[in-house]
């Protein structure tokens, strides 16, 4: 069954992002969040590389786990079977290899913005064919953080990344925003069970929760088959990263 329609196919080349409001039913939805108290129950058995808190100390300053598909099997089907899956093969037009998905929280009082940002920076990819799929576990908005992307992005090559401040977010655009970008500039409001698509390529951010909310959400990364990882590039920042934030006590 065709997940999309040809005219959504088309928007998400244009703008290098898509919004499908509703994309999971409510039991889908809730099924998810059942397995991610699942993921929460056994938190304490994680490496600490993959899970991040804003202030290490108080876990309800949880912001982010990685790679729930090997702590829960049902985030294992989520990523590789059905109909995330097959949406993220009509957008890459090629077999998708399903990557990580991430639980991404913005824990009100102590939640930081997500700098501007493009996963292929990341992603180390040639040719960097890759997309993230972001749903929205609760409405998220202007006041706790909804994410921005920059309309048609994902065209205009790799902007200058530098190190940030930001757990889980270790590289931001040096000059963010442009007026160009200012241009650009789109925030996706979200309901739940509504999920955000968006190219490797294509310049996104988030702000701070400001409000009194929770912003939970969950994130997928699929690269296509044709993208090559520089691995040994990859590994070697990986392993800096987690150095240096382990020297700044911060995992
Ligand atoms: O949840 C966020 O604030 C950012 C998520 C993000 O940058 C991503 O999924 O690529």
């Not at 102590?110 to 040639?126: C, R, V």
């Not at 749903?135 to 921005?148: F, H």
């Not at 931001?172 to 739940?192: H, N, R």
């Not at 912003?215 to 990859?234: N, P, W």
């Amino acid at each position: 069954m065709r997940a999309i329609s040809e005219e959504q196919i088309e928007s998400f080349k244009a703008d290098g992002y898509l919004h499908l409001p509703r994309y999971l039913e409510e039991s889908a939805l809730d099924a998810t969040k059942q397995a991610l108290k699942k993921v929460m129950d056994k938190i304490n058995t994680f490496r600490s590389e993959e899970i991040y808190y804003e202030d290490k100390a108080d876990p309800t300053s949880l912001k982010q786990i990685q790679h729930l598909e090997n702590k829960e099997e049902f985030f294992q089907q989520l990523i590789s079977v059905g109909t995330v899956y097959e949406l993220a093969q009509e957008l890459l037009q090629e077999e998708p290899i399903p990557k990580n998905i991430q639980y991404f929280n913005k824990p009100p009082k102590h939640s930081s913005a997500t700098p501007a940002h493009q996963d292929g920076y990341y992603f180390m990819l040639n040719p960097c064919r890759a997309l993230t799929m972001w749903l929205a576990l609760e409405e998220v908005d202007e006041s706790n953080g909804c994410i921005s992307y920059v309309r048609s992005s994902h065209r205009l090559g790799v902007r200058k990344h530098q190190r940030t401040k930001t757990l889980g977010f270790s590289q931001g655009i040096a000059d963010f925003p442009s007026p160009e970008d200012q241009a650009q500039l789109v925030k996706i409001k979200a309901q739940p069970g509504d999920l955000l698509v968006h190219d490797a390529m294509t310049i996104h951010s988030a702000d701070k929760n400001r409000s009194t909310r929770t912003r939970k959400a969950i994130g997928f990364i699929y690269y296509a088959a044709s993208a090559k990882v520089d691995e040994v590039a990859h590994a070697a920042y990986q392993q800096q990263l987690a150095n240096d934030l382990r020297e700044e006590n911060k995992i």
